[in-house]
Every structure is written in C-alpha cells, then in structure tokens.
C-alpha cells in the first residue's frame, strides 16, 4: 500500500513539474511567434489597403488626363467650326455689300443675286445653331467668350447685315464709313479667334479649365 502511494505521489509531482516546464516553453515562444504574427498582419492589411488607395488613385488620375484630352479635342472641334462659321459670313457680307452699292449707278450688279443667296445660306445656318453655339462656347471658353460673341460679335453682325440688305434692295442709303466698320467686325473676328486658339494650347478650356462664371 505504502509504495502505491509513493508511486502516485511521484507521478503526480512528476507531471506538475512537467506542465509548468511546458506551459513555460509555450509562454517563451508564444513571445517569439507575436511579433512575426503582428507583422504579417500589418504587412498584409496595411499593404493591401494601401494597394487599393494606391490604384484608385491612379485610376482618379488616368480618368482625369483622359477627360482632359476629349476636352480638349471638343473644344478644338467648337473653335473650328465657329471660327469658319464667322468667316465665311463675313466675307459673303463684304462680297454683298460691294455688289450692292455701285458707285453712281444705282443699279444692282448682276452677281448682287448670287450673293445674296449665298450670304443667306450662311445667316440661316448661322441662325439655325445659335443657341447651340452659344451654349458650347459657354461651356468650353467661359462666359466671357459667349458675351463676345453674341452680344459684340453678333450684334455687329447684325446691324452692318441690314444695312447691306437695305442697300440691296434699293431702300438704304449708302454711308461712308460702311467699309472701316466691315474691317472692325473683321478685327473682331480675328481676335475672337485668337482667343479661342489661346485658349486650346494653354488647355485651359471645358470643366478642366480654371474656374468660370457661369452668368
């Protein structure tokens, strides 16, 4: 009975001693395993949340050079457009007005009704897109531009137009200034241009342009 007891009295303190040295070991390399665990997480999340800020970004930044050239290319194509839009009735204006006022005749020219077809044409069609292209200048050159050429432009347009029409058909009277005022409206045409030519090689034109007033 009396050895036994000593064997389970041995076994016992044999496994006490045996646990403790185990769960001490545990303990020691647990303290070595943690940092490594630690940092593969952290190199893990913050890594890979890091990628996705990263390609976001670059995706941001891809789609703003790619807004930025259509804008661009748009724009490009308004200039275009109404640039020959305004020259071309400019000079079915000028073509008119001087076959419209012969000197000391009073007598119309016989080229008088082909030009006048052909500034027609153009003022229809300049009339058929106005609002049109108003709004892109607007949208594309600024507020500034849209003014310029409605209300300066346009308005030159429109005044030297019916005194031509007048004198076409027999109604007006010719004043001597008709000429000086065509080459203004030319000059400010040509600028109007420039500006607009300007403005596409400094990119400064569409959303990605600097701030517009929007009046």
Same mark, same amino acid.
């Given at each position: 009975m009396r050895f036994r007891m000593g064997l389970r009295v041995g076994f016992a303190r044999w496994f006490d001693c045996s646990c403790r040295r185990r769960l001490?070991? $545990?303990t020691v390399v647990w303290k070595d395993v943690?940092?490594? #665990? #630690? $940092?593969f997480l952290l190199t893990t999340v913050l890594g890979g949340l890091l990628g996705v800020l990263f390609q976001r970004q670059s995706w941001a930044h891809q789609y703003r050079v790619q807004l930025a050239d259509?804008?661009?290319q748009l724009a490009l194509r308004i200039f275009e457009e109404?640039? !020959?839009l305004l020259d071309r009735r400019l000079y079915r204006l000028r073509l008119l007005a001087g076959e419209a006022t012969p000197p000391n005749t009073g007598a119309r020219s016989a080229l008088a009704e082909s030009h006048m077809d052909a500034? !027609?044409?153009v003022l229809f069609e300049w009339n058929d897109g106005i609002n049109r292209n108003l709004a892109l200048v607007q949208r594309y050159y600024g507020a500034e531009m849209r003014d !310029?050429?409605?209300n300066t432009i346009g308005a030159a347009f429109v005044d030297l137009g019916r005194e031509v029409e007048a004198l076409w058909k027999g109604a007006g009277q010719l004043r001597p200034d008709l000429e000086t005022r065509l080459r203004q409206l030319g000059g400010l045409v040509y600028?109007?241009?420039l500006e607009m030519i300007r403005a596409v090689q400094q990119r400064d034109v569409g959303l990605l342009g600097r701030a517009r007033p929007t009046a």
């Open positions: 001490g070991t $545990g943690m940092p490594i #665990v #630690v $940092g259509q804008e661009l109404i640039s !020959r500034y !027609r044409a !310029r050429l409605d600028h109007f241009n």
